[in-house]
């Protein structure tokens, strides 16, 4: 009877387990498929599921960097299948972390068990370039981000937002010794910088729409932008905290990824979204993905020539 019962426990947890479908978070490495290589991929997929219909976003480390796309495919109830094609990964062999890549397809199977729910299965490599791109096998767990995401403080100091160019000058003490053989004459400002003044002077003469409020629990963050919905040619700035962090980027399925670190002595640090344009379809919207190494934010942000799109940030003490 006790058998029994243990069984039929199994069996409901089991059931259980596979009816929820393929919606979650899943984690794991993918390991290419060839003799004597021991490069590997850590590897993030957030999916989202209608009936057979599947979206989200897949992301992952390789080398020094990470990658982060906007996926769609299909899950059979039946089967347990999962297909996601067209998944562009690094090759393996690339001399760059920002190389050659292979477009891919994910195919999986879900499997479940009292002990841990995960899809199994292989990246494969499409038409003429099989030969040259091998197979990646990969197993994913469902469950938290805390193995991906701690990740976060490694590569945000990797990735630096800015760096000091020729013509940036740091001054501790305003009396600073000038010998008489340096040259005075003040340097004509770069092209770059007069066209992020002249971005800065517009954004700041659009209305500010706050649309949320995060809590987080690190400072240090990971911001990925993504067009929403159609890739229609939408060109966006960033602004953190009222300053540009980068300009003129295009949203499309692939993520545009920043590091940032939150200023503590703020109440509340902000992210805006600054519309370039509006494409071929208007209004700019942009689906933003904030990690903070303990959670994972979805905010759908909208801008248009007038307004801006912003979040605040508090930090949990």
Not at 17 to 35: H, M, R
Not at 163 to 170: G, T, W
Not at 198 to 203: A, D, G
Request: contains cysteine; neutral net charge.
């Amino acid at each position: 009877m006790r058998i029994l019962l243990t069984l039929f426990c199994f069996l409901c947890t089991t059931h259980g387990i596979i009816a929820q479908g393929i919606k979650g978070s899943w984690f794991g490495s993918a390991d290419v498929l060839l003799g004597g290589s021991h490069n590997n991929y850590l590897v993030e997929l957030d999916l989202k599921q209608n009936n057979n219909e599947v979206k989200g976003i897949i992301s992952y480390y390789f080398r020094d960097s990470y990658q982060s796309f906007y996926v769609k495919g299909t899950y059979n109830q039946r089967t347990r299948e999962v297909l996601i094609k067209d998944v562009p990964i690094t090759y393996f062999r690339a001399s760059a972390s920002n190389g050659v890549e292979c477009i891919m397809d994910l195919r999986a199977i879900l499997t479940a068990s009292r002990v841990s729910t995960s899809i199994k299965g292989v990246f494969t490599t499409q038409g003429k370039y099989k030969y040259t791109c091998p197979d990646i096998a990969f197993d994913f767990v469902y469950g938290e981000a805390l193995n991906t995401d701690s990740l976060i403080d490694k590569f945000a100091a990797i990735k630096k937002i800015w760096r000091p160019s020729e013509e940036d000058v740091v001054v501790n003490d305003p009396k600073v010794y000038v010998p008489d053989s340096v040259d005075l004459k003040v340097k004509e400002p770069s092209a770059e910088k007069m066209e992020a003044q002249k971005i800065l002077e517009e954004f700041t003469k659009r209305k500010e729409v706050v649309g949320k409020e995060i809590w987080v629990y690190s400072d240090s963050l990971r911001l990925t932008f993504y067009d929403n919905g159609i890739v229609d040619g939408d060109s966006i700035s960033v602004f953190f905290n009222k300053e540009p962090v980068s300009t003129h980027q295009s949203l499309s399925e692939r993520g545009i990824v920043f590091y940032t670190v939150l200023d503590t002595t703020k109440e509340y640090n902000e992210i805006s979204m600054f519309a370039e344009n509006l494409g071929s379809i208007a209004p700019n919207t942009a689906l933003m993905v904030l990690t903070d190494g303990v959670n994972r934010h979805e905010i759908f942000l909208s801008s248009s020539l007038t307004q801006n799109s912003t979040i605040r940030i508090r930090r949990k003490r």
